[in-house]
């Protein structure tokens, strides 16, 4: 029977484990489970786990009430459940004990509740309360979801390609979205993702006009884009459980300032550079390098104000960083961001955003809407 991706995520988490002399992975909901196990629950009161241990297949412990469900949506054999009379952190040792554990590290998930934790780090360090070192689950499997396979990247390409679609939209019908309120224009972005076979926004979209632009994590609000505005929009989608994260900055009508233009252009060749100098065995901090000591030799260093880039993947946000202190290694399969910005206070920002992925000898862009700020840039 042919490996699913998953089995073989869960496989490379193991060998990682073997490598370390460490015990176990312990999951909750969130982008490692559904990494390894295709599973994509929420958060809930209730403990729903799942032991990776370095021998054998995984253990689920969940509710009774989602035991059919995991069955059917996971690879993953073993399923254990708990009624709701029932004493879950008495399941949760029983289980730890069946796996036949031994010594070495534990590692719990990034964003495991602390109540969760807890009753993790009792069931592992046994009645007598022995000590047993744990560390986080992204020590893991962060080197592992850095590099996309191919069933990754089909989603991840598709997510860029919808991204794309809606901002050439956004240029088509610039003249019909002038007088519109930032608010307005998040909504109109959030439909239009959904009617290009999107599956909900990946992050609440920035729309910020004007002076707004100059703060990157503004959001949106009631301001009305008004003509020769610059209009920083940064928006994404999911597919298939994969982001997708783009920004462009716009002038939708009329004639913006002089400083404008010079900006715009040197956010523009910075961007391009940082593109530019991404290749396999290049470390992350240089590909930022070369992005800022474009906007430095412009003379707007102060005014660029956040790292060049992060990871995309089953988050929005996750490694690799591409910032000024990252020895991170690019490999091939690595995707993330490569997006710098300016912003003057109380006059504009402008931020250029596109997603590469690292390929055998260069990169390639999952993003190849116009960067220009005119709306008839082809």
């Known amino acids: 029977m ?24 312990v999951l909750s909901p969130g982008a490692n489970l559904q990494y390894l196990t295709g599973i994509a629950e929420s958060p809930s009161e209730r403990h729903f786990l799942c032991v990776v241990p370095r021998e054998g297949g995984p253990v689920f412990l969940v509710p009774e009430l989602s035991g059919t469900q995991v069955r059917e949506q996971t690879w993953v054999a073993h399923v254990r459940t708990w009624a709701d009379d029932d004493d879950p952190t008495a399941a949760l040792r029983e289980t730890v004990a069946d796996c036949g554990l031994g010594s070495g590290r534990v590692f719990l998930d990034d964003t495991m509740p602390a109540r969760f934790c807890l009753d993790v780090q009792r069931a592992f360090g046994g009645e007598r309360g022995r000590q047993r070192p744990f560390g986080l689950a992204s020590e893991v499997l962060g080197p592992l979801r850095a590099r996309k396979d191919d069933a990754e990247l089909v989603a991840l390409r598709r997510a860029g390609e919808i991204a794309d679609e809606v901002a050439l939209s956004l240029r088509r019908d610039a003249a019909d979205l002038v007088g519109r309120s930032e608010a307005s224009l998040a909504r109109e972005i959030e439909h239009r993702l959904a009617a290009a076979g999107g599956d909900g926004v ?8 004007g002076p707004n632009g100059a703060k990157p994590h503004h959001g949106h609000g009631e301001r009305t884009i008004e003509p020769g505005d610059p209009v920083v929009v940064d928006f994404g989608t999911w597919v298939d459980g994969y982001a997708s994260d783009t920004t462009r900055t716009i002038v939708f009508a009329g004639d913006p300032s002089e400083e404008f233009e010079r900006v715009h252009a040197v956010v523009a060749a910075a961007q391009a550079a940082g593109v530019d100098a991404v290749e396999p065995g290049v470390e992350a901090r240089a590909v930022d390098r070369a ?7 412009a003379g707007y260093g102060d005014a660029f104000v956040h790292r060049t880039g992060h990871g995309v993947g089953l988050e929005i946000h996750e490694e690799p960083y591409i910032a000024t202190d990252s020895e991170t290694v ?3 399969g690595m995707v993330f961001s490569v997006e710098p910005g ?3 206070d109380g006059a504009f920002g402008v931020r250029i955003e596109d997603l590469v992925v690292v390929t055998d000898d260069g990169c390639e862009r999952l993003n190849d809407s116009p960067r220009e700020w005119r709306v008839d840039a082809a």
């Open 330 to 332: 690019l490999e091939p």
């Open 342 to 344: 300016v912003y003057l």
């Open 202 to 209: 990946s992050f609440e979209p920035i729309v910020a006009a």
């Open 291 to 297: 992005v800022r000591e474009v906007v430095e030799e």
């Open 2 to 25: 042919t490996e699913t991706p998953h089995e073989r995520r869960t496989r490379a988490c193991q060998e990682r484990l073997r490598d370390g002399d460490a015990a176990a992975v």
